[in-house]
């Protein structure tokens, strides 16, 4: 797709607990200040968003709690709205995501409404589920939805303009 300038689009994406615990593992905050603070100028820039039930689900990682914490005092988390919360619900109701006994799974509920209310993208390392998987999986669920979705960190960091 182009648009009337003539250059690529790109899709504004959330993102998923999953794959900003990925980054944190596969760049650890600590040894890679360059990378988090671009990945802190492209959220400032609103390239990207970061939920607040993304950083309630960050625990164990005191580098990447931290983080979070600055973004959210930088007022940079953007918090579910009613119509998220209720759109996951909805969500949940025609394609079963949540376990019930755990409960979880009901953030990737919110991030799928939350990317459905505001015609973004959803960027998670969640792969679609298996034949014998009795729920479904974010992939799954943006499918039947039609949000766009990656798994692929170089479409999120090309989305967000991320340059060495």
């Keep these: 797709l182009k648009n009337m300038n003539n250059t690529p689009s790109t899709t504004k994406y959330v993102m998923d607990t999953s794959m900003l615990i990925g980054f944190s593992r596969w760049i650890p905050v600590s040894l890679n200040k360059t990378f988090w603070d671009k990945l802190e100028v492209s959220l400032q820039e609103g390239k990207w968003v970061l939920l607040d039930v993304v950083v309630n689900e960050i625990k164990y990682n005191k580098p990447l709690e931290d983080w979070c914490k600055k973004q959210k005092a930088n007022s940079l988390i953007t918090?579910?709205?009613?119509?998220?919360?209720?759109?996951?619900?909805?969500?949940?109701?025609?394609?079963?995501?949540?376990?019930?006994?755990t409960f979880k799974s009901e953030t990737d509920?919110?991030?799928?409404?939350?990317?459905?209310?505001?015609?973004?993208?959803?960027?998670?390392?969640?792969?679609q589920k298996l034949p014998t998987d009795k729920l479904y999986k974010i992939p799954d669920v943006c499918k039947e939805l039609d949000v766009k979705f990656t798994h692929i960190p170089k479409e999120f960091l090309e989305s967000i303009d991320f340059r060495n």
């Design 109 to 127: 509920t919110y991030i799928i409404a939350h990317a459905l209310n505001n015609k973004i993208g959803v960027f998670s390392t969640e792969m």
């Design 79 to 101: 918090n579910i709205s009613d119509d998220d919360k209720n759109g996951g619900v909805t969500i949940n109701n025609n394609y079963p995501m949540v376990d019930q006994v």
